[in-house]
Structures are given as C-alpha cells and as structure tokens.
C-alpha cells in the first residue's frame, strides 16, 4: 500500500522536553511539509522540503526543526521553545513535476503537552 | 495568495446533492481551485481541482463561474460518510516545484438522514 505514515498517533510530553514527531512516504514524492493544526482552525504550514537535504520555513516555523536525510523521510522536532506546542501534526507529500501538485496527507499526531 | 470565503457550516439531507459555495475574487488567471475535505480527527483528503472549466470525478464535481470569482463543489449523492469540514484552497506554487496550500476554517457539511 502507498501511503503517508505517521508515528506515534497520540504523543504525551511534559513542558521543556523535545519531541520528534515521524513522517515516512513510500509514494516516491519529492516534496514534503508539515502542518499545525489547532482546535476549530485550518492547517498552518510549518515547514516544506522540495528535495533531500533542503528544506525551507513555511508560515509558523519558529520553535521547529525539521531535517530530510532520505527522500522517504521528513521528522518534524517541536523543541522547548514552542511557546504552544500542543495541536494536531499533519505531514503530507506531493509531487514537484508537472502542474498538479495535489498532496497526500498522513493520519496525524496529535501531541499534548503538560 | 488568493483568500477564499467559504460559509461555516451547511447541512444536507442524505441521499440529495450537497452545493458547497466558495468565494475567490481575488483570484488571478493562472491559479488553481482545490477542494479537499477533513473528517473529524483525520489528515485532509484532496477531492479535486479545476483552473477554468467544469471538472467532475468519482467524487464530486466543481463548478467554476466565467468569472472565476467563485465555485461549487457538488457531491451529487451525500451520504453520512461525506460529513467533514471541506476546504476550498486557491493554491501557490512553491519555487522549485510543489503546492502551498492555505487552509480557511473551511465549511462543516453534516450530513442526516
């Protein structure tokens, strides 16, 4: 099955503490982001990588850290510095050919921190 | 990037057609619509998209004015499974390749019998 995955689906973490949060695709795309979610509200993107080994700030980057070492893999790090780190974590993937571009989203992680 | 109005929430007896309006007036000539949907607790699901003309798939299909001011997506049949809060998105294409897509606060569709 080709699909986005997402690990852990519900992620507890006390304040102060780092977390890593998994994103892997096996649909051979090119392109993939991170989004932020909050109750109520539509997706804010926080980061997206176009190729392996570069990766560029989207909307809401600041308390993030993201790496892309493998073209299947995107972690997304939510640090200390998160001032409100608890919401709703969705990665997608696309293609960067052609003019569609329509992405695929993960299941989702749903962090809270305490 | 183009900002799009959709109403907050619509209901729809299960079984008729569900027209789910969006407003982009500011749209420019080269970009795309995209409709995607997000059921509760879920990662968004991508439904279609169109430039200038009519499409319809499995799904649904989408409408798009002369103008381009505006569009409807219609689920033609809905069923309870079609409850979700659906997104109408005026994409930007991210240099290098690639979508940025903005996500309003959407519509909840509640489908009933």
């Known amino acids: 099955d080709g699909g986005i995955t997402q690990s852990p689906k519900y992620l507890f973490r006390k304040e102060g503490q780092n977390v890593t949060l998994s994103c892997e695709q096996n649909l051979n795309h090119d392109a993939m982001y991170w989004y932020r979610q909050d109750p109520g509200q539509g997706l804010r993107l926080i980061y997206y990588?176009?190729?392996?080994?570069?990766?560029q700030k989207g909307d809401i980057a600041e308390g993030y850290s993201v790496s892309r070492e493998k073209k299947e893999s995107f972690p997304l790090t939510v640090t200390s510095a998160q001032k409100n780190p608890t919401a709703f974590y969705l990665c997608a993937s696309s293609m960067v050919a052609g003019d569609v571009y329509e992405q695929y989203f993960g299941p989702g992680t749903r962090l809270t921190v305490t | 990037d183009a900002k799009t109005t959709q109403p907050p929430s619509m209901d729809c007896a299960e079984g008729r057609a569900a027209n789910l309006p969006c407003n982009h007036s500011t749209i420019s000539g080269n970009e795309y619509v995209y409709w995607y949907r997000q059921i509760h607790s879920q990662g968004p699901q991508y439904i279609i998209h169109g430039l200038k003309n009519n499409e319809t798939n499995e799904m649904a299909s989408l409408i798009i004015t002369e103008d381009r001011k505006s569009s409807t997506l219609i689920l033609p049949h809905a069923t309870l499974r079609d409850t979700a809060v659906y997104y109408c998105i005026v994409r930007d294409i991210l240099t290098g390749g690639g979508n940025k897509l903005t996500f309003g606060t959407g519509t909840q569709l509640k489908v009933e019998l």
């Open positions: 990588s176009q190729i392996v080994n570069d990766f």
